[in-house]
């Protein structure tokens, strides 16, 4: 993992970014030993594919050190595949909303498949579509046949099962889905695993499958491995400031990074809220207004209980933006909470409007 030094640990991000940690995290992600250039991942994108299913891996294994190239069939590098916010809802199946702006980075009919090391399938709706495409059920093909990883989320298994039609990719192979999907897998001649839970995840050989983006964290991690990396360090306890209304990809991209490495604990509380507990989130995106719109979001998971934490037990911080700030400012347990953290010299990443905090807590003065 890259490391960047900057003084007084503190570390601030204008936009939507990921943790360096410093020197004493001693965190290493080592590739294939004979390795010069950085592996590179392959992923198919779409339009109305989920929001966190496209983010989180994509800027998780960059943080990694990884080359990834997001590509959808019929768009140019610089192009944008809107997405869509998946939630439980109290009715029969799950509520859809709109996401972010997803901006692609390579040119799907410019790809050349054989210069990929893996392959990462983001679900949503775009898989309806996507599996009716010849070209990405051929780029699929490719990674089962030369057993390259491939790593596929919740309805990305709808591309496995059509692909299945004309290669062994998931044929007699242990696969796991949203559950919806899992007729279709049956019928492709996968070996079905029911997921115990949302956050389950399956590894048969080079192929892993998970149930929906809660299991982001193993699914990253076997995919990691199925690479040839390894990841060694100390482990560090990190604990993350949540508020309602937080920006969603500002706490569901580094939380879930971090989770991934077998090497970090991480935490998310919020002032008055317990383990268990959710906190709604915010879709900011620039798209043509004098300011940036607002949407839902996902609901975050709290892990543990705000008035339990002990702020000595954590090596590091992190306060995601978005609009909790405003009110968690004003929060002298906050506050408090803050200033262990800068007075102990531990490192505190503050991505976005999470700056409103620091100033609040008056630790800024002085600092870049």
């Known amino acids: 993992m890259q490391v960047t030094e900057v003084k007084h640990h503190l570390y601030l991000f204008p936009s939507i970014s990921l943790i360096n940690p410093p020197p004493q995290f001693e965190q290493q992600l080592s590739l294939m030993a004979n390795s010069v250039s950085p592996k590179k991942v392959l992923m198919i994108s779409g339009d109305y594919m989920e929001d966190a299913e496209a983010m989180v891996p994509f800027q998780a294994l960059q943080a990694y050190g990884l080359s990834v190239d997001a590509v959808c069939p019929g768009k140019k590098s610089g192009d ?214 607002e949407k839902p979001g996902h609901d975050f998971t709290l892990t543990a209980n705000f008035h339990d934490v002990d702020a000595s037990s954590y090596d590091a911080l992190v306060i995601p933006g978005g609009r909790a700030p405003e009110y968690l400012s004003l929060d002298p347990a906050v506050i408090k909470l803050v200033k262990h953290f800068m007075d102990a010299g531990k490192p505190v990443a503050s991505i976005c409007h999470g700056q409103q905090i620091l100033s609040a807590a008056g630790v800024l003065k002085g600092k870049k």
Not at 91 to 117: K, M, P, V, W
Not at 187 to 194: E, F, N, P, S, T
Not at 216 to 241: D, M, P, Q
């Open 80 to 293: 944008i595949c809107r997405t869509a916010i998946h939630l439980a809802s109290p009715h029969q199946t799950y509520a859809e909303y709109r996401g972010h702006n997803f901006t692609l980075n390579a040119t799907f009919d410019e790809i050349d498949a054989s210069t990929y090391d893996g392959l990462v399938i983001p679900r949503g709706r775009a898989p309806e579509y996507l599996a009716l495409n010849e070209s990405v059920l051929n780029l699929v093909t490719h990674f089962a046949k030369s057993g390259k990883p491939i790593a596929s989320i919740c309805h990305g298994q709808l591309i496995l099962a059509a692909a299945a039609a004309t290669s062994d990719v998931i044929k007699g192979r242990k696969v796991t889905s949203y559950p919806t999907v899992g007729p279709v897998l049956v019928a492709a001649g996968a070996h079905w695993v029911q997921p115990e839970t949302l956050a389950s995840c399956t590894v048969d050989g080079n192929l892993i499958t998970a149930a929906s983006y809660s299991g982001h964290a193993e699914c990253i991690r076997h995919f990691i491995k199925a690479l040839g990396a390894t990841i060694t360090g100390s482990n560090k306890r990190i604990l993350f400031l949540c508020g309602d209304y937080m920006e969603d990809y500002e706490v569901f991209v580094p939380f879930q990074s971090l989770e991934a490495l077998e090497c970090c604990s991480v935490d998310a509380v919020c002032p008055n809220k317990k383990a268990g507990d959710t906190c709604p989130t915010a879709v900011h995106d620039f798209e043509g207004d004098q300011t940036y719109s």
